[in-house]
C-alpha cells in the first residue's frame, strides 16, 4: 500500500466544480488502494483578496493579525473539500494547521516550519479515512496562527510528504508541468519527463513559477519525489528527482527567462576593502534585491566600475538608496539601463560538459543580439540582453541546444 500526498493548487480547487472534481482524483487514488492526504490551497484569488481587504483596514497592520485573516481561505477549502469527498462515500476529516500542529516560528507572514506532528492522520489514514489539511498554515510558539509566505501550501504538502514518508507528493497546478522553455514563446517547446531539484530551482526562480522554491528544497534535503500535474487532464506530469534518478543528463535541460530587468553601474567606485558592503548592505536593508553582479578590473589600481541587475520595478528605488550613500560609498557617477531580459540556460550536466558556453554565444552573436552582462554557476548560463530580442534568443538557443523536438 502506498501512501500519496495529494496537492491542490489555487485554480485546481477554484469552485465547487473544480474542489468535488479534485475530490474525484483523490477518491480514485483512494479507490487504487492508496492511503491518502490532501492539502489545498485557497480558492484561486482569495489569498490575494484577503490581503487587499487588510490593506483598506490598516496600512501598517499587526502581522499576526494579517496571518489570521490570510489562513482562512485555505481553512474554508480544508473542509469543502473533506465535505467533498465524504459525499463520494469516503470517510475524511481535515485539521487546521494549528490542530495537528504544524509549528513554526514566529517570522509572520513568512514563517518557517521546525516540527510536525503527523500522528493524527498516520492514525485516520492507517484506518482507512482520507486526511484533508489546509496549506499555508502553522502556529508559532506564541500559540499564534502563521502562515508560510507566497505560495506555501506547496511548502504545507512536501513537509508533510516527508514527514509520513510518503511515496510520493502529486501536486496538481494549472499547467502540466515543466517545459524545456515558455510554450507561449517557442513553441517546439517540450514537457521535460523528469527534471532535478536544482534545475528546477534555477528555472523555478526565473519565471516558470510552478511550485515555491522552498518546497523544492525541503523536497531535496528529504529526498520527497514530488510530481507537478495538471488537475485538468490526465497526462502524465513532470517528476523532480535527484540528479542520480536521470542517467542520461541532458547538457541543458530548460531555457528561462525574465523580462523586466535592470542594469545599474557605478562608475569610479574606489577599488578597495569594504566598498562592496558598503554599496549591497544599505540596498539589502532596503530590500532591494541583487542579482547579476560584475566588478571590472582597475585600470589604474585606485577606481573600477561596478555593474549588477535589480528588477525593474526596484530600480528608482535603488538609485534613491545609492543616491543617497553616495558619498559614503564613493563613486562619480550612477548609470542605469532598463528593457533588460535574462536568459539562462541551465543543465545539471554542465558539470560535465565543455563548449556549452561557447554554444551559447555563438548562437547569440549569429542572431547579432549583444551581451550586456553574463554570469554563470555549475549548472546555469545566464546572459542580459535588450528585451526586444527576448523571443528570437530563446527560439535560437532552443534549436541549439537540440531542444527542438
Ligand atoms: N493561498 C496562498 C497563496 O496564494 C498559499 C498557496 O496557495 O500556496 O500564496
Ligand atoms: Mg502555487
Same mark, same amino acid.
Given at each position: ?50 490581503? #487587499? ?11 499576526? #493579525? ?59 489514514? #492507517? ?99 514530488? #510530481? ?178
Amino acid at each position: 500500500m502506498s501512501c500519496i500526498v495529494q496537492k491542490f493548487g489555487g485554480t485546481s480547487v477554484a469552485d465547487i466544480d473544480c474542489i468535488k472534481m479534485a475530490a474525484k482524483r483523490v477518491v480514485a487514488a483512494y479507490n487504487s488502494g492508496n492511503q491518502m492526504v490532501v492539502v489545498v490551497s485557497a480558492m484561486a484569488g482569495v489569498t490575494n483578496n484577503l490581503i #487587499e481587504l487588510t490593506e483598506q483596514v490598516n496600512g501598517i497592520f499587526d502581522v499576526r #493579525e494579517y496571518d489570521v485573516i490570510l489562513s482562512s481561505g485555505e481553512q474554508t477549502n480544508a473542509g469543502l473539500m473533506a465535505l467533498a469527498i465524504q459525499d463520494l462515500g469516503i470517510q475524511a476529516r481535515s485539521w487546521l494547521g494549528w490542530q495537528l500542529p504544524i509549528k513554526t516560528d514566529s517570522k509572520y507572514g513568512r514563517a518557517r516550519i521546525t516540527e510536525i506532528d503527523i500522528s493524527q492522520i498516520k492514525k485516520r489514514i #492507517e484506518n482507512n479515512e482520507v486526511a484533508v489539511v489546509p496549506g499555508f498554515q502553522g502556529l508559532s510558539k506564541e500559540n499564534r496562527i502563521t502562515t508560510l509566505g507566497r505560495g506555501g501550501s506547496d511548502l504545507t504538502a512536501v513537509a508533510i510528504a516527508g514527514a509520513l514518508s510518503a511515496d510520493r507528493c502529486e501536486i496538481y497546478t494549472d499547467v502540466d508541468g515543466i517545459y524545456t522553455c515558455d510554450p507561449r514563446i517557442v513553441s517546439k517547446a517540450k514537457k521535460l519527463e523528469k527534471v532535478t531539484y536544482e534545475e528546477i530551482l534555477e528555472l523555478a526562480s526565473q519565471g516558470a513559477r510552478v511550485l515555491q522554491a522552498r518546497s523544492v528544497e525541503l523536497a531535496k534535503n528529504y529526498g520527497v519525489r514530488v #510530481e507537478v500535474k495538471s488537475a485538468f487532464t490526465d497526462t502524465p506530469g513532470t517528476q523532480v528527482v535527484s540528479e542520480d534518478e536521470i542517467l542520461e543528463k541532458e547538457v541543458v535541460s530548460g531555457i528561462s527567462y525574465s523580462s523586466d530587468e535592470a542594469k545599474i553601474t557605478l562608475r569610479r567606485v574606489k577599488d578597495q576593502p569594504g566598498v562592496a558592503a558598503r554599496i549591497f548592505g544599505p540596498l539589502a536593508d532596503a530590500s532591494v534585491n541583487v542579482d547579476m553582479i560584475v566588478q571590472n578590473v582597475s585600470e589604474d589600481g585606485k577606481t573600477t566600475d561596478l555593474t549588477f541587475t535589480v528588477t525593474a520595478k526596484d530600480l528608482n528605488h535603488a538609485k534613491e538608496v545609492l543616491s543617497e550613500k553616495k558619498s559614503k560609498i564613493g563613486f562619480d557617477e550612477l548609470v542605469s539601463d532598463s528593457n533588460l531580459s535574462k536568459i539562462s540556460i541551465v543543465g545539471v550536466g554542465m558539470r560535465s560538459n565543455t563548449g556549452v558556453a561557447k554554444t551559447m554565444f555563438n548562437t547569440l552573436a549569429k542572431k547579432n543580439i549583444n551581451i550586456k552582462v553574463i554570469s554563470t554557476s555549475e549548472i546555469k548560463i545566464s546572459v542580459l540582453i535588450d528585451t526586444e530580442y527576448t523571443e528570437l534568443a530563446l527560439r535560437a538557443l532552443h534549436s541549439a541546444y537540440g531542444l527542438d523536438q
